[in-house]
């Protein structure tokens, strides 16, 4: 007789239902073990992962640490041996690891080296300095053109000739027989547009627009100011076809003197070492250079020699003309009012420069806004120029400018 059956051989239906409900426990309960059987599975899993990431984060911390260097020269085709300079100079020939077959060994690559062989095991990034990156860099395409230059149609000129043309059709000047000028010199006032030109034909010529401010390659300790110069150089040939711009060059280009100070003479040195860039690289290459200037008369005559600089390009306080152009250009996208008398803002705006018109014009939508008016009348304008051309005269007397 089993469990759910009564004395005279019948199911009794209470021990039944205590059977199934004890089967049904049962059942859960092989269910609940089976969960718990997968999540320690799955516990296990993870910790033998994390054994695994944890030997092999051992094994690589165990490793000899890899030195830096630099690829000086290829020995043959197959990129088997080179030779490289690891500091502090020192040059050797080594081999190159098999796990670089597939890349481009070039000179000049910053590569990682085995310090019990110096064999090249990796290639490393480029390792400009914090400085160079930092710098103005601006990829093609600029979104400034020669329609949003007003009043200097001369210099545009002469910028399309030196620049743009060698850089887009190199071979008129070898069929011609002549080298294209390597760099130009723009000088003039602060204002007159001299900025705005170089990222204009940098557009114009489809080139990387690189700028540097002079006196940021002024440094403290000896020969960080050369090496900044290589540096930037080295990147303007890397993001060829380039126009390196480098604004107040009369921070580092002013004339050496005899009785120069120690800072003087690391000035001088970053001189040098510009003047040596500039005659190392190809004047047919894509890479041109313009130098900016406010103060041309204190320049060393080593960087105003032709083969260096060979145009010097003016940039003069807007005539009337020119001075109407600019108007036009800053005025492109404002709502001023028809009967505008534009002549006589021309007028008003003697002795004022690019830069001064663009505020002037930014002065009197200013003063739109602030009356809640949509429209820029005539009024908003002539309080303008009061404004910017007093404080001009208050700031920057015109009389001693030029005398």
């Known amino acids: 007789m089993t469990a759910i059956e009564s004395e005279n051989g019948k199911k009794d239906p209470e021990n039944v239902e205590k059977v199934t409900s004890y089967i049904r426990h049962l059942e859960k309960k092989i269910k609940e ?30 490793e000899l640490p890899l030195l830096s260097g630099y690829i000086i020269d290829i020995l043959d085709d197959i990129n088997d041996r080179a030779i490289i ?17 597939e890349e481009k060994i070039v000179p000049g690559l910053h590569v990682a080296l085995n310090q019990r062989n110096y064999a090249v095991m990796e290639i490393l990034p480029s390792n400009f300095n914090p400085f160079v990156r930092g710098m103005e860099i601006i990829d093609c395409p600029i979104d400034i053109s020669y329609n949003d230059i007003g009043g200097l149609e001369n210099q545009i000129q002469e910028v399309k000739e030196i620049i743009e043309l060698p850089l887009k059709k190199p071979e ?26 170089a990222k204009a034909v940098a557009h114009e010529a489809n080139a990387t627009f690189i700028k540097v401010v002079a006196t940021e390659l002024v440094q403290k300790f000896i020969g960080e100011g050369s090496q900044y110069v290589r540096e930037i150089f080295s990147l303007a040939r890397q993001k060829a076809p380039t126009i390196l711009f480098i604004d107040e060059l009369d921070a580092i280009g002013a004339i050496r003197m005899q009785d120069d100070t120690s800072g003087d003479r690391e000035v001088n040195r970053t001189l040098m070492q510009l003047l040596s860039e500039l005659d190392g690289f190809d004047q047919r290459g894509d890479i041109k250079f313009i130098g900016a200037t406010n103060r041309a008369d204190i320049l060393d005559p080593a960087l105003l020699r032709p083969g260096r ?28 009012e028809e009967n505008l008398e534009i002549k006589k803002l021309i007028a008003l705006t003697k002795s004022a420069t690019g830069s001064d018109i663009k505020g002037i014009c930014t002065e009197a939508g200013m003063y739109a806004i602030r009356k809640n008016s949509e429209i820029i009348s005539h009024e908003d304008f002539i ?21």
């Open 172 to 197: 008129l000047f070898k069929k011609i027989g002549i080298e294209p000028p390597k760099g130009v010199l723009f000088y003039g006032l602060p204002g007159t547009g001299k900025t705005l030109l």
């Open 85 to 101: 300079e690891s500091p502090p100079n020192s040059s050797f020939v080594v081999r190159i690891s098999n796990r670089l077959k």
């Open 383 to 403: 309080k303008a120029i009061d404004k910017i051309m007093s404080k001009k005269k208050d700031d920057f007397p015109i009389s001693d400018i030029f005398l």
């Open 309 to 336: 600089f060979d145009r010097l390009v003016e940039f003069p306080i807007p005539n009337e003309k020119a001075r109407e152009a600019i108007f036009k250009v800053h005025m492109r996208t404002l709502h001023f």
């Open 33 to 62: 073990y089976e969960i718990d059987v997968n999540l320690l599975r799955n516990s296990i899993t993870k910790v033998e992962f994390e054994v695994k990431s944890l030997r092999s984060e051992i094994e690589r911390l165990s």
